[in-house]
């Protein structure tokens, strides 16, 4: 659309490797390549980042359960959810694994240099801990004797580990997140940020643990991995080529900071313990951390032990990629859960793609073939009624824009179908094959059929980022 701007760094959280992702899992990445896709059609240099975190103690005990080794195990799981990745024809540039040795290296280092600089000491951790959430816990922060987060079961855990001095960074992030008022989206998050964790005080950060074996080895003190935190997070920089002790990488001068997308569940992690380790690290803070809401089975959470899981394969297999990309990114509300069952697939795709957008561009190039044999002029023969059409048409492009600026991509999808339902309601008030009878008005009716094809040719262009095949169609 216009020449080339400045670069744009995306990324979405990394995916945990425990197991399949289902649709929940997988409507971030739909979403992140909604907007990488838009980014680059507005002119921007933009990298797209994706990938996989494989360390961690329920990793450990699912490959042991499974009989293989940890990395064979998360072999198979990071081939699995960048398949899955690749079906929804997501346009990443770059996808990170864990293991990779590039990043296992420099966490190290980023980790020593943390240490070397006194922000990480060492201690002993005594707390209760959540191996699904690989969360340690407080007494206090208990919600009835389980995990706050996930609502399981918790074990007393004691063990030395490193931890990280969060307090010493603490008002530094209150100030940057209240001078930012953009930096935590949506604003419900930013508040739910400061008030329940930053306001209150935070406690130090455990960041390594001796209790398993699977993760980073702590290079000057092996008995230890790097927990989750620092391993995990450091990915958006390591794949860039940030060097903790040294120049870093042009690729990462140039593309750094990012947009961060990311559920709602891990905006703690990004917005509090991510800022914290740039701070000390002396890196800039992301541009954006937007924690967006999740996909719901009906009412609840999709869970494998509730059986309400649905994966993106069989909807893929019912309805074809585009179909799903419409319902994930039109059904997510900006701030709440949005809601996915069979049913409501069904309903939208016909209410939407078949009857709004399939049934306006089949009577379209219809009747365009039918009177004209698919020549398409514009004579120019213009009434009243043409010009609601053009504003329309015009400044869908503009709210569009606006609505992804925001990053609410359901609304600016929206605003394209709004289009096409002005569109639609276009073919009745000039009823063309009323104007086809009469000879004289063949100009008047080439008119008509042009200001169709050409609301559609905008409208394609539009949808390009969202269901990138049907516009290419």
Same mark, same amino acid.
């Given at each position: ?29 739909i979403l992140s390549d909604a907007i990488a896709r838009f980014k680059r059609a507005q002119g921007y240099d933009v990298f797209f980042q994706t990938g996989t975190d494989e360390h961690g103690v329920k990793i450990e005990e699912k490959a042991k359960a499974a009989g293989v ?135 130090? !950060? ?172 514009n004579p120019n023969v213009c009434e009243a009624v043409d010009e609601e059409l053009k504003a329309c048409a015009l400044e869908t492009k503009k709210k569009v824009e606006a609505k992804m600026e925001e990053l609410r991509v359901g609304d600016a999808l929206d605003e394209v ?34 200001? !169709? !094809? ?20």
């Amino acid at each position: 659309m216009t020449q080339k701007k400045e670069p744009f760094y995306l990324t979405t959280a990394i995916a945990y490797t425990s197991g399949r992702p289902h649709i929940g899992n997988t409507y971030e990445i739909i979403l992140s390549d909604a907007i990488a896709r838009f980014k680059r059609a507005q002119g921007y240099d933009v990298f797209f980042q994706t990938g996989t975190d494989e360390h961690g103690v329920k990793i450990e005990e699912k490959a042991k359960a499974a009989g293989v080794s940890p990395q064979e195990f998360v072999d198979g799981v990071a081939a699995q959810i960048k398949s899955n990745w690749d079906l929804m024809n997501t346009s990443y540039d770059y996808f990170v694994r864990t293991t990779d040795d590039y990043h296992v290296k420099e966490v190290q280092s980023i980790f020593k240099r943390l240490y070397d600089q006194g922000d990480i000491y060492k201690g002993t951790y005594e707390g209760w801990y959540c191996t699904p959430c690989e969360s340690f816990w407080t007494e206090s922060q208990l919600v009835d004797g389980c995990c706050p987060d996930c609502g399981r079961p918790v074990k007393k855990a004691k063990e030395e580990a490193y931890f990280f001095n969060m307090q010493k960074y603490a008002d530094r992030l209150i100030k940057y997140i209240e001078d930012h008022p953009d930096f935590i989206q949506p604003e419900s998050r930013k508040n739910e940020m400061l008030n329940n964790f930053l306001r209150p005080g935070l406690q130090d !950060l455990c960041v390594s643990r001796t209790s398993f074996t699977w993760g980073v080895p702590v290079d000057f003190d092996p008995k230890h991995v790097v927990y989750v935190w620092i391993d995990a997070l450091s990915n958006y920089i390591t794949t860039l080529g940030y060097h903790a002790n040294g120049e870093s990488d042009e690729k990462f001068n140039k593309y750094w900071p990012a947009t961060h997308i990311i559920g709602k569940d891990i905006l703690r992690f990004h917005t509090i313990y991510w800022p914290i380790i740039l701070m000390a690290l002396d890196l800039p803070l992301p541009k954006k951390v937007f924690g967006h809401p999740w996909l719901l089975t009906g009412s609840d959470k999709m869970s494998k032990s509730k059986g309400n899981v649905i994966y993106a394969e069989d909807l893929v297999a019912h309805f074809g990629v585009d179909a799903v990309r419409y319902y994930c990114l039109h059904e997510m509300p900006f701030a709440q859960d949005g809601t996915i069952t069979w049913e409501l697939m069904i309903e939208r795709i016909n209410s939407d793609l078949a009857n709004i957008l399939g049934n306006l561009v089949s009577r379209t190039i219809a009747m365009s073939n039918k009177y004209f044999g698919g020549l398409v002029t514009n004579p120019n023969v213009c009434e009243a009624v043409d010009e609601e059409l053009k504003a329309c048409a015009l400044e869908t492009k503009k709210k569009v824009e606006a609505k992804m600026e925001e990053l609410r991509v359901g609304d600016a999808l929206d605003e394209v179908f709004t289009l096409l339902r002005r569109t639609n309601k276009y073919i009745d008030e000039t009823m063309p094959w009323v104007l086809a009878k009469d000879e004289s008005k063949q100009d008047r009716l080439a008119t008509v059929l042009y200001n !169709l !094809l050409e609301s559609i040719r905008i409208s394609a262009v539009l949808l390009h980022s969202f269901l990138p095949e049907t516009a290419e169609k």
